[in-house]
């Protein structure tokens, strides 16, 4: 099925592409939720008379997202944990615990957005990506504390 993206999608295309995937993940996936209108003459005829009011959209969402990048990458970002005596936690810090002292210092972030490349289980420092725009991502420091 012939597809018009709304939004950029990993591993399947950015805004505007036309792209084709199978049907039950456009019936499924992409149409409910927004992500894709069908790629029919009358879609394609509106996506292109919409195109300049997006652009413009586009080009505020990548400047807000680098000035949030920029903000967050001053942050000093502290997480308590409970830790054993050698600074091994009991468990680990996830994207919510990340989000959640985010939140904390003032700043709303999806935990789905935060990216930890390996898990967090011992006391120190450690960095964490955010992926605010598909062209900007956050750099964090995060230190993890005993609580």
Known sequence: MQVILCEDI???GVAGETKSVSEGFARNFLLPK????PATPGNLKKWESEKHLREIKLVKNLESARTLAAQLESVALSVP????????LFGSITT???AEALLGKGFSVDRKTIDISAPIKTLGAHEVTIRLHSQVEA??????VSS
């Open 10 to 12: 990993d591993k399947i």
């Open 34 to 37: 927004g992500l894709a209108y």
């Open 139 to 144: 750099r964090l420091k995060v230190e993890v």
């Open 81 to 88: 944990a409970r830790a054993g005596r050698e600074g091994q």
């Open 96 to 98: 919510a615990a990340v």
